[in-house]
């Protein structure tokens, strides 16, 4: 390992994410171990925002740690680029200081220049449709990344990552019917993906889990999982318990409900 020269181990570690800068792996050589403690102290993880408010588009470079630090694109293209990385591309409503409004067109043109960057994305989060015309931005959207993060009610963007993001290890989304979603789980349980589902709490929501559980449980009675409460104004005795968990497991998923009744509630849903 000693006679491994100096600029093939910068050249490899330039090719490594944050998180595995410090892997043991690496810190059990000298060499190895130098020149990658360099590049963790020197990595600056950044993330690209679309914006479309009120029919005004616009861009902005956000530095992950330093929320406060925060670029036009083409002042941060000025950069030295030899240790930033974009970690994590939003799609958003809100606008920033820092985020130059125009037309659809100038976005689009603005957001071609960051694609070099997009290479090693850790996170996609949509809090807007994509199609209609956000479709443009299917050269940003239709990207490999490790989590997918979804919030509208329309899944085609969710399928697509779903059946083409070789990448994918995690999905976060609003609760979706399982009737609207069940031909893709066949598919995430493929490729052993986690599926995070969060919402606010209320039993009609949570109600409308239990074909996600009876899927495996068969013929389990549903007040064996969550307290029945039949009516949301009425004062129910026994009081709904403030908060709780449901959780089932076998060899192939394992699946966890949780609930506040002043807080959200989540379904998370992991295959093996």
């Known amino acids: 390992m000693d006679d491994v020269p100096f600029l093939f181990v910068d050249a490899v570690l330039h090719c490594l994410n944050s998180e595995s800068l410090s892997a043991p792996r690496l810190l059990a050589d000298p060499l190895w171990s130098s020149v990658a403690d360099e590049h963790h102290r020197k990595r600056e993880d950044y993330d690209f925002r679309l914006s479309n408010f009120l029919g005004m588009h616009g861009c902005s470079v956000h530095n992950i740690s330093?929320?406060?630090?925060?670029?036009?694109?083409?002042q941060w293209l000025r950069n030295d680029m030899t240790y930033v990385r974009i970690r994590r591309l939003l799609f958003t409503s809100l606008t920033t200081p820092a985020t130059s409004s125009g037309t659809l067109t100038t976005a689009e043109q603005c957001s071609l220049q960051m694609v070099p960057y997009l290479n090693?994305?850790?996170?996609?989060?949509?809090?807007?449709?994509?199609?209609?015309?956000?479709?443009?931005?299917?050269f940003l959207w239709k990207r490999p990344c490790h989590t997918f993060c979804y919030s509208q009610e329309d899944i085609s963007a969710l399928g697509w990552h779903i059946e083409n993001n070789e990448k994918l290890k995690c999905v976060n989304t609003s609760l979706y019917s399982y009737y609207e979603v069940r031909h893709l789980l066949p598919l995430c349980a493929e490729k052993r993906l986690t599926w995070t589902m969060r919402f606010p709490h209320s039993f009609h929501r949570d109600i409308a889990l239990l074909p996600y559980f009876v899927e495996r449980l068969r013929n389990a009675q549903w007040d064996e999982i969550y307290p029945t409460v039949t009516n949301d104004i009425t004062y129910v005795v026994p009081a709904q318990p403030e908060k709780g968990s449901a959780f089932y497991e076998d060899e192939h998923v394992r699946k966890e409900f949780l609930w506040e009744s002043y807080g959200g509630s989540s379904l998370t849903i992991t295959w093996k």
């Open 66 to 74: 330093d929320h406060r630090e925060c670029f036009e694109p083409e």
């Open 120 to 138: 090693d994305l850790e996170d996609i989060i949509s809090e807007i449709y994509l199609g209609g015309e956000n479709e443009r931005f299917e």
